[in-house]
T-cell receptor, first 112, second 113 residues
Framework: QKEVEQNSGPLSVPEGAIASLNCTYS??????FFWYRQYSGKSPELIMF????GDKEDGRFTAQLNKASQYVSLLIRDSQPSDSATYLC????????????FGKGTHLIIQP | NAGVTQTPKFQVLKTGQSMTLQCAQD?????MYWYRQDPGMGLRLIYY???????DKGEVPNGYNVSRLNKREFSLRLESAAPSQTSVYFC????????????FGDGTRLSIL
């Protein structure tokens, strides 16, 4: 059973600080990693994706992947109240079967 | 550029009724997916279509059928709705296969009484 684990939160971060969201996965052969943001009552919105070890930056967002330790992180710099949402981690294990495994999400609250 | 469009946005059904959820994408994507999202369960894959002309079961296919009508459209049918199928349904598409980012529609909120 492939598992993707996230701390459900809520994670409370003051405005302007760095929010750090973590995700661990069980399948060592996992290939692709995605972060989605989901506002309450809305659909998941793609934030970042990463395939290789290391960091990938896009504006205020940085995805960090460490395959040896089987975790992927999302950093949000200069956090804004509009970043308050649930963040979903999704992992593709490869092999063409089963598809993406989604974590249950971390609820992030940015305090003004 | 609409992306992924789902209809209807809301629906209430009685147990035993049937209905079809519609999904269309205008991004020229090859792969399309149907998920359901329930509190505490996360997103679960119902069916997917890797390319036009193919469909495959996901994690929770029982009680559902799908049709990949053409490259743009992928519908989900409930033949005899049950209260356990009360959920939020999302359609998604990706350029080609699981390795590519998926883009989601706005969802259909379905209640079965």
């Amino acid at each position: 059973q492939k598992e993707v684990e996230q701390n459900s939160g809520p994670l409370s971060v003051p405005e302007g600080a760095i929010a750090s969201l973590n995700c661990t996965y069980s399948d060592r052969g996992s290939q692709s990693f995605f972060w989605y943001r989901q506002y309450s009552g809305k659909s998941p919105e793609l934030i970042m994706f990463i395939y290789s070890n290391g960091d990938k930056e896009d504006g205020r967002f940085t995805a960090q992947l460490n395959k040896a330790s089987q975790y992927v992180s999302l950093l949000i710099r200069d956090s804004q109240p509009s970043d308050s949402a649930t963040y979903l981690c999704a992992v593709y294990s490869g092999g063409g079967a089963d598809g993406l495994t989604f974590g249950k999400g971390t609820h992030l609250i940015i305090q003004p | 550029n609409a992306g992924v469009t789902q209809t209807p946005k809301f629906q209430v059904l009685k147990t035993g009724q049937s209905m079809t959820l519609q999904c269309a994408q205008d991004m020229n994507h090859n792969s399309m997916y149907w998920y359901r999202q329930d509190p505490g369960m996360g997103l679960r894959l119902i069916y997917y279509s890797a390319s036009e002309g193919t469909t495959d079961k996901g994690e929770v296919p029982n009680g559902y059928n799908v049709s990949r009508l053409n490259k743009r459209e992928f519908s989900l049918r409930l033949e005899s709705a049950a209260p356990s199928q009360t959920s939020v349904y999302f359609c998604a598409s990706s350029e080609s296969g699981w390795n590519q980012p998926q883009h989601f529609g706005d969802g259909t909120r379905l209640s079965i009484l």
